[in-house]
């Protein structure tokens, strides 16, 4: 089975700290996302990655930057915490498309509450 | 652009009745389509998929086909549990967007004994 991790479940931050959200695949995919999701605003893509090193912007990268500097982990990170960045933050991964029907498997949420 | 169109919730029902959520979506091509469910407090599971004309995706009692002539894949299940109690989305990946995924905006169904 496929599996995605994610480093905390629940996380409190004060405003203007620097948060590390870091999520791990098991399945050697490419493809690796951050999602974050809002009620009344479905699932927002932040970044996201197709290679080691690699990194493309989604819609709101706004606040966020990532790393990967390994396969298998992915690392969103908000360099000085807002509260308006309170949320519940999706990590994702999948093979490059190609003839895969290119489906995700996410991660179990980190809920993030910045104060 | 693409885009995924699904009902709002959320959608109430009583425990062993007919559910349909509805799915529609835009894009160029054949995408491939999905559902995900999400249960509360965890994050989305591949429910099922769909990646050509008149292809039928299920699993755990639940389905939908692939309906090109209406740009729609609605989601039905004959005989809902409690346990069915999540907010489902529907999920396009189009030819022309590599390996991203088009959400719909989620719909919320809540099952009473």
């Known amino acids: 089975d496929v599996k995605v991790t994610q480093s905390s479940r629940y996380l409190v931050k004060r405003t203007g700290e620097k948060v590390f959200l870091e999520c791990v695949q098991d399945?050697?995919?490419?493809?690796m996302f951050w999602y974050r999701q809002d009620p009344g605003l479905g699932l927002r893509l932040i970044y996201f990655?197709?290679?080691?090193?690699?990194?493309e912007k989604g819609d709101i990268p706004e606040g966020y930057s990532v790393s990967r500097e390994k396969k298998e982990r992915f690392s969103l990170i908000l360099e000085s915490a807002s509260t308006n960045q309170t949320s519940m933050y999706l990590c994702?991964?999948?093979?490059?498309?190609?003839?895969?029907?290119?489906?995700?498997?996410f991660g179990p949420g980190t809920r993030l509450t910045v104060t | 652009g693409n885009s995924v169109t699904q009902m709002e919730g959320p959608v109430t029902l009583s425990e062993e009745a007919f559910l349909t959520i509805n799915c529609t979506y835009t894009?160029?091509?054949?995408?491939?389509l999905f559902w995900y469910v999400q249960y509360p407090g965890e994050g989305l599971q591949l429910l099922l998929k769909?990646?050509?004309?008149?292809d039928k995706g299920s699993n755990k009692g639940f389905e939908a086909t692939y309906r090109k002539e209406t740009t729609s894949f609605h989601l039905e299940k004959g005989s809902v549990q409690v346990s069915d109690s999540a907010v489902y989305f529907c999920?396009?990946?189009?030819?022309?967007?590599?390996?991203?995924?088009?959400f719909g905006g989620g719909t919320r169904l809540m099952v009473k004994p």
């Open positions: 894009a160029t091509g054949y995408p491939s």
């Open positions: 990655s197709y290679d080691v090193k690699m990194k």
């Open positions: 999920a396009l990946r189009s030819e022309n967007a590599g390996n991203m995924l088009t």
């Open positions: 994702a991964s999948s093979f490059n498309s190609g003839t895969a029907s290119g489906e995700q498997y």
């Open positions: 399945m050697d995919h490419e493809n």
């Open positions: 769909a990646t050509k004309a008149d």
